[in-house]
């Protein structure tokens, strides 16, 4: 049996058909550029409920059965009767992603979502199209939650935990990792890695999630990362099993929050516990909390993102472009951010790339780290105001092994306990916020500088940790280079300053 319609609502006001299994329905009223209908199928048994796009239930309908979208595995907003700002695309967003069977969905008109909403969804593609969405109305955001995003794709902790103190150091640059007991442990399988933390609240040398790719013996199992740092015998690891999300991209959306505080405030996206989840051309206006937000995050790229003047950037973490907590083998390119806090942001992170980034109005600082012992970040022809590992006690005040390349600024602040710094070709010049601006403040703990310019150079020492010279070759200073001698900073390392101009 064929059926008919002219739109969604008379095939639901039909009278009662019969239809049996595999029967099909036209919709003719459904009006897409290059579409003439919509085909739904009746499915005997299904019992999912009517959510007015996907799956109809007939009026008086009882008992068993439902008309099902035949969508090809893609789809859009406008199955929903969404077209435009007007009607909250809440419910249509909820009814596609919480299908298995659409894998990508498509907005083709600008939208407006009035809720936050968390999913636990893999695999799943969302184009934009580069239309507006707007969050006029949204429902008010918990307090100090950075995760109340419009979508915030989560993995989910299981519940399985492992504990022990180290009977041998960890040391750095090994992968293989003591355990409790190898066997709940299963090659692929994904867990948290925490380390007991310091004298600082958050001071802990690792907390990363981590994919098994090995099991050893029965006490030790191959992870997928280098450790960054060592661990003396006795310190405290801690395992827990998580099931993360994968594949999720979200790409071309034009994103505008609102004005006013937190409880207002709006950011697109989320994503915790997750796997080669990626975001391509977010471009976002008058945002809250960071515009993309990552914690927990391995294998990922964001790409073409930008934030133009934020709500707030004075109350930490608030006007970010992008902040990654924990997270793993990330690139972050050819993204652009004005008047923000920080487009970029590395906390407790390693083995990240940074490149083709460039800030305005970046008096707070463009490209930062927190300083919980981050390492092995690269950064490569960007241009903004950079502090490394300067967040304070709480966090460790560390980083090691962070290069920069071609990059200009009018500030360059190193100061904390950084180790191998790397500086190539870094132009710093005055501009007129801040007195310092023109300077180079670096930690004296293997830092090499070559081919820069800048005002001044300063060096400080806090941390003794490296075993290469600090070295300043091919370089200009303008008013010379200043090595501080006294106080809880002076310097104590020797410095090779070769080819000086």
């Not at 639901?12 to 009223?29: F, R, T, Y």
């Not at 390119?333 to 590395?346: I, P, Q, V």
């Not at 200009?408 to 180790?419: D, Q």
Request: charged share 25%; hydrophobic share 35%; net charge negative.
């Amino acid at each position: 049996m064929i059926v008919q319609s002219s739109s969604v609502r008379e095939l639901l006001e039909l009278p009662p058909l019969n239809p049996s299994n595999g029967d099909i329905a036209v919709v003719m009223g459904y009006h897409r550029p290059g579409d003439v209908s919509m085909q739904y199928i009746w499915e005997n048994g299904c019992a999912e409920p009517h959510n007015g796009g996907t799956v109809l239930v007939p009026l008086d309908h009882q008992g068993d059965g439902r008309w099902r979208l035949l969508h090809r595995g893609i789809g859009d907003f406008r199955f929903f009767g969404i077209m435009g700002p007007e009607t909250p695309a809440d419910e249509a967003l909820e009814a596609m992603v919480r299908d298995p069977s659409i894998r990508k969905i498509e907005a083709f008109t600008d939208l407006r979502f009035v809720k936050r909403h968390k999913f636990n969804r893999s695999g799943l593609e969302l184009d934009f199209h580069g239309c507006r969405v707007t969050v006029q109305g949204i429902e008010a955001a918990k307090s100090n939650d950075p995760f109340g995003a419009v979508m915030h794709f989560s993995g989910r902790l299981t519940g399985e935990k492992q504990e022990l103190r180290l009977t041998e150091p960890l040391q750095e640059m090994y992968d293989i990792f003591e355990v409790e007991d190898s066997r709940a442990f299963h090659v692929h399988d994904w867990w948290i890695v925490t380390v007991n933390r310091l004298a600082g609240r958050e001071e802990k040398e690792i907390d990363k999630m981590l994919m098994v790719t090995e099991i050893i013996d029965e006490t030790h199992v191959r992870m997928n990362y280098k450790m960054g740092w060592d661990l003396g015998r006795g310190r405290t690891l801690t395992y827990l099993r998580v099931e993360p999300v994968r594949n999720v991209n979200v790409r071309n959306m034009v994103f505008e929050g609102n004005e006013g505080g937190e409880d207002r405030g709006a950011q697109p996206l989320a994503l915790e516990y997750a796997v080669d989840c990626n975001a391509y051309g977010l471009h976002a206006y008058h945002t809250y909390w960071p515009v993309l937000l990552r914690r927990h995050n391995t294998y990922y790229v964001t790409e073409k993102c930008s934030l133009v003047n934020p709500v707030e950037v004075i109350v930490g973490g608030t006007g970010y472009l992008t902040q990654q907590i924990h997270c793993l083998y990330g690139k972050v390119r050819d993204c652009t951010a004005s008047n923000a806090r920080h487009l970029n942001d590395f906390t407790g992170s390693a083995y990240c790339l940074v490149e083709n980034c460039h800030a305005d109005g970046d008096f707070h600082g463009a490209f930062v780290t927190h300083g919980q012992f981050e390492h092995d970040l690269t950064y490569v022809g960007n241009s903004g105001l950079i502090s490394f590992a300067n967040s304070g006690f709480t966090w460790g005040d560390s980083a090691k092994r962070i290069t920069v390349k071609r990059h200009s600024a009018c500030w360059f602040i190193s100061f904390a306990k950084v180790t191998d710094l790397t500086l190539e070709d870094v132009y710093i010049v005055k501009t007129e916020k801040y007195p310092e601006c023109g300077t180079m403040l670096v930690n004296a703990d293997g830092v090499q500088i070559r081919g820069c310019t800048a005002d001044k150079l300063v060096f400080t020492q806090r941390s003794s940790r490296s075993e290469r010279p600090n070295v300043v070759s091919d370089c200009h200073f303008r008013y010379g280079v200043e090595i501080v001698r006294e106080g809880d900073a002076a310097v104590t390392a020797g410095i090779h300053i070769r080819d000086e101009s």
